[in-house]
């Protein structure tokens, strides 16, 4: 089955430490997206990636880094100078071009403690 | 600047009636739309979308309407099912991979 897996669901971190975020797809698309979620806000841009080894930043960059070494895996690292990191983070991907939507993750919970 | 805008955070519908989520934006350039379903603690899934040359689309109970002139797309659900209350994101592009998502609109259809 083709899809898009996030891990963990569930993610508790220490203030002042970094925690990587896992997202790995095996439907050979070429973008990826890393979306944060907060109560009344919508959806918002971290980072996204048209093609592996590039890769853009969002409206809200500042705080996290991403890599893209490979097709199928879009990590998201959630640094100690992001200061409000709790929040759902969602990983999605899409096909070339325009006009497709997403297929997103399940989502990960990361909640600083 | 919010260029794609859900202004009612939440609607209670009775089961069997219509339910219409509204979405508002305001870049002209926006040329394709989608509507997201999402369920608490879970990823959102693509429910049914339109291109900026049609006024209109449908899907089983699902119908999205764009009025281009008023910058307005509106989803319609008929009827409406207990399964159906979730949040509603409404997603605009202008052509390329990036979309823009509004606020969400929290649908709740009682039994």
């Known amino acids: 089955d083709g899809g898009i897996t996030q891990s963990p669901k569930y993610l508790f971190r220490k203030e002042g430490q970094n925690v990587t975020l896992s997202c790995e797809q095996n439907?050979?698309?070429?973008?990826m997206y890393w979306y944060r979620q907060d109560p009344g806000q919508g959806l918002r841009l971290i980072y996204y990636?048209?093609?592996?080894?590039?890769?853009q930043k969002g409206d809200i960059a500042e705080g996290y880094s991403v890599s893209r070494e490979k097709k199928e895996s879009f990590p998201l690292t959630v640094t100690s100078a992001q200061k409000n990191p709790t929040a759902f983070y969602l990983c999605a991907s899409s096909p070339s071009g325009s006009n497709y939507g997403y297929t997103f993750g399940s989502g990960t919970r990361l909640t600083v403690v | 600047d919010q260029q794609v805008k859900q202004n009612s955070p939440s609607l209670s519908v009775q089961e069997g009636r219509i339910s219409i989520l509204n979405c508002d934006y305001t870049?002209?350039?926006?040329?394709?739309f989608l509507w997201y379903k999402k369920y608490p603690a879970e990823g959102p899934t693509f429910l049914i979308s339109?291109?900026?040359?049609?006024d209109k689309n449908e899907d089983g109970r699902f119908t999205v309407f764009l009025n281009k002139s008023a910058k307005h797309l509106s989803l319609h659900i008929v009827p409406s099912q207990p399964g159906d209350s979730a949040v509603y994101f409404c997603?605009?592009?202008?052509?390329?991979?990036?979309?823009?998502f509004g606020t969400g609109t929290r649908l709740k259809v009682l039994a």
């Open positions: 339109i291109s900026s040359i049609k």
């Open positions: 997603a605009a592009t202008s052509g390329t991979y990036k979309y823009i």
């Open positions: 439907l050979n698309h070429d973008a």
């Open positions: 870049n002209s350039m926006f040329d394709y």
């Open positions: 990636s048209q093609i592996v080894n590039d890769f």
